[in-house]
Antibody, heavy 123, light 109 residues
Framework: EVQLVESGGGLVKPGGSLRLSCAAS????????MNWVRQAPGKGLEWVSS????????YYADSVKGRFTISRDNAKNSLYLQMNSLRAEDTAVYYC????????????????WGQGTLVTVSS | EIVLTQSPGTLSLSPGERATLSCRAS???????LAWYQQKPGQAPRLLIY???SRATGIPDRFSGSGSGTDFTLTISRLEPEDFAVYYC??????????FGPGTKVDIK
């Protein structure tokens, strides 16, 4: 069974930092591109960042570029998001999501999601 | 960036009724690279449809997707109690920088 379990969320002051983790199991983690998608309270979904299976390709939404860093450790089946210079508008539930269809780079939809971890940025 | 608009914002229906949800893109979505997700309160999104019309694994056949270009539709043929939720469309024609629509809430009339 595919499982994605996020951790590391919490309350942080504006300008602070936080590192999120996502532990994956039940599939060959090293074969899949992984993503972070966030959802502000009561709002819709926003794609944040993606990383290819071997970390060769990394992309960010404009809203977080230069402040967030995505990484992965295939030996530990883990995905990370280092978040710096946090702002109130970064307050959201952050989901770890697996990109489907590893053999087709264009099929960029998400077939498995974690339960999310809440990040609250407030003084 | 492709902007997605979903309508209506809220759809109030009774169990057994048919639900028709619309997703419109600001520009053509290449190769019908459009997906639909269902999200219930306190839960993560769940993939329903990809490629505009292909059902994901385990999704009941009362869910169907259609459309191409800029206009897409998710249809739930007969609403079951567990179908009352928020539905999001997502385009991946501009992957990996994908975008989501604002969602349509289907609630009980």
């Amino acid at each position: 069974e595919v499982q994605l379990v996020e951790s590391g969320g919490g309350l942080v002051k504006p300008g602070g930092s936080l590192r999120l983790s996502c532990a994956a199991s039940g599939f060959t983690f090293s074969s899949y591109s992984m993503n972070w998608v966030r959802q502000a309270p009561g709002k819709g979904l926003e794609w944040v960042s993606s990383i290819s299976s071997s970390s060769s390709y990394i992309y960010y939404a404009d809203s977080v570029k230069g402040r967030f860093t995505i990484s992965r450790d295939n030996a530990k089946n883990s995905l990370y998001l280092q978040m710096n210079s946090l702002r109130a508008e970064d307050t959201a539930v952050y989901y770890c999501a697996r990109k489907s269809a590893p053999s087709n780079p264009k099929h960029y939809y998400f077939d498995y999601w974690g339960q999310g971890t809440l990040v609250t940025v407030s003084s | 960036e492709i902007v997605l608009t979903q309508s209506p914002g809220t759809l109030s229906l009774s169990p057994g009724e048919r639900a028709t949800l619309s997703c419109r893109a600001s520009q053509s979505v290449s190769s019908s690279y459009l997906a639909w997700y269902q999200q219930k309160p306190g839960q993560a999104p769940r993939l329903l449809i990809y490629g505009a019309s292909s059902r994901a694994t385990g999704i009941p056949d009362r869910f169907s997707g259609s459309g191409s270009g800029t206009d897409f539709t998710l249809t739930i043929s007969r609403l079951e109690p567990e179908d009352f939720a928020v539905y999001y469309c997502q385009q991946y024609g501009s992957s990996p920088k994908v975008t989501f629509g604002p969602g349509t809430k289907v609630d009980i009339k």
